[in-house]
């Protein structure tokens, strides 16, 4: 069998002396993998990178074989975040969560377009931290949402009160007013004003409080359930921001 599709590359790794098997988040057939026949070589490694825009020929005996890609490029993104260390971080880290998330051809079209959007906004901000970490954060709370698990921000768990919200509940998942959640201040989950449009601040420790709230509910209900635990490069992105 045979069918083409478009998509972003996730991850490159050795098959062979010279092959090397991709797993491509794809608009009609989801995450998929196959393998790219010399990808290992001159012409092609290039072309093969993780953040890459793709369009694939995918070819196999059956729909649960491995198969086979072939390759056309459509936009060499990987090569605008080679010296911008913080966005490759970025990059790495939602190719990584990508990767252990989605089931194997399971379509997730919404997820694919947030994720170009964020890459083209990646591309378009300058390196300052706090101009794109608030979209990768942003990001990362869509994809606990596409998934079933999205957090519930616009009012107080407690009061129903839309003010003074920050906290987040760790076990529903749902902003907290300051005086219902002074008595339970210290396990309530820190709530970055710039997630509800409250403040502007972007500052670093507002930033690390956006990524340690996502990261909490995505061990809860994307990972751990499976047996699965957060991607290395999401904890270097940490490091880099640190």
Request: glycine residues 10%; negative net charge.
């Amino acid at each position: 069998m045979e069918w083409r599709d478009q998509g972003i590359i996730l991850s490159l790794r050795k098959y062979g002396e010279f092959d090397a098997i991709l797993e491509i988040f794809t608009r009609e057939h989801g995450r998929h993998a196959g393998i790219v026949k010399g990808g290992l070589g001159r012409r092609q490694r290039g072309n093969i990178q993780p953040g890459n825009e793709v369009s694939v020929t995918w070819r196999g005996r059956l729909e649960t074989h491995l198969g086979t890609y072939s390759v056309e490029l459509q936009n060499a993104r990987a090569v605008s975040y080679l010296y911008h260390p913080g966005k490759l971080a970025a990059l790495n880290s939602c190719t990584g969560l990508l990767c252990l998330a989605i089931a194997e051809n399971e379509k997730h079209e919404p997820l694919l377009d947030g994720f170009i959007a964020l890459l083209d906004a990646l591309e378009a901000t300058d390196d300052e931290i706090s101009n794109w970490a608030p979209l990768l954060i942003k990001w990362e709370l869509g994809l606990l949402s596409e998934l079933g698990y999205g957090l519930n921000l616009d009012c107080c768990a407690a009061t129903g009160l839309t003010e003074n919200l920050i906290y987040v509940s760790p076990k529903s998942g749902r902003a907290v007013s300051q005086d219902a959640g002074k008595p339970y201040q210290d396990k309530m989950l820190p709530l970055p004003g710039f997630l509800i449009g409250e403040s502007k601040k972007t500052d670093k420790q507002a930033i690390l409080d956006g990524l340690h709230l996502t990261e909490f509910f995505m061990e809860r209900h994307m990972l751990n359930p499976y047996g699965k635990k957060i991607p290395q490069a999401r904890r270097m992105l940490i490091d880099h921001i640190s």
